[in-house]
């Protein structure tokens, strides 16, 4: 079992940059694949960006691909994500997850892990 913290959230104006970090418990960081996914108010929870165990896969959603980019420290037990050229509609709760399974996960139900979130907001 893993537990995940992220933390880096904040305000920001349009067309800042934050960059967030999910830190995770336990030894075995390095055979979690790992997610990040966010959840704007009255809408469903949506897939960001994603990578795999070692590091060498990741996949992004259409939305931020090009803007943000996820990497790991297995060496750390981290995970994050540099997010650039933020928009307003980029505005929600950011959640990273932890999965078991092995590839880039895209789908909420494939990761048995989640933090607790941190609050992002982007002013126009």
């Known amino acids: 079992q893993v537990q995940l913290v992220e933390s880096g959230g904040g305000l920001v104006q349009a067309g800042g940059s934050l960059r967030l970090s999910c830190a995770a418990s336990?030894?075995?960081?390095?055979?979690?694949?790992m997610g990040w996914f966010r959840q704007a108010p009255g809408k469903e929870r949506e897939f960001v960006a994603a990578?795999?165990?070692?590091?060498?896969?990741?996949y992004y959603a259409d939305s931020v691909k090009g803007r943000f980019t996820i990497s790991r420290d297995n060496a750390e037990n981290t995970v994050y994500l540099q997010m650039n050229s933020l928009a307003p509609e980029d505005t929600a709760v950011y959640y990273c997850?932890?999965?078991?399974?092995?590839?880039?996960?895209?789908?909420?139900?494939?990761?048995?892990?989640w933090g607790q979130g941190t609050q992002v907001t982007v002013s126009s």
């Open positions: 990578i795999s165990r070692s590091g060498g896969r990741t």
């Open positions: 336990g030894r075995t960081f390095s055979s979690y694949a």
């Open positions: 997850a932890a999965s078991n399974r092995i590839g880039v996960l895209r789908a909420p139900y494939e990761y048995a892990y």
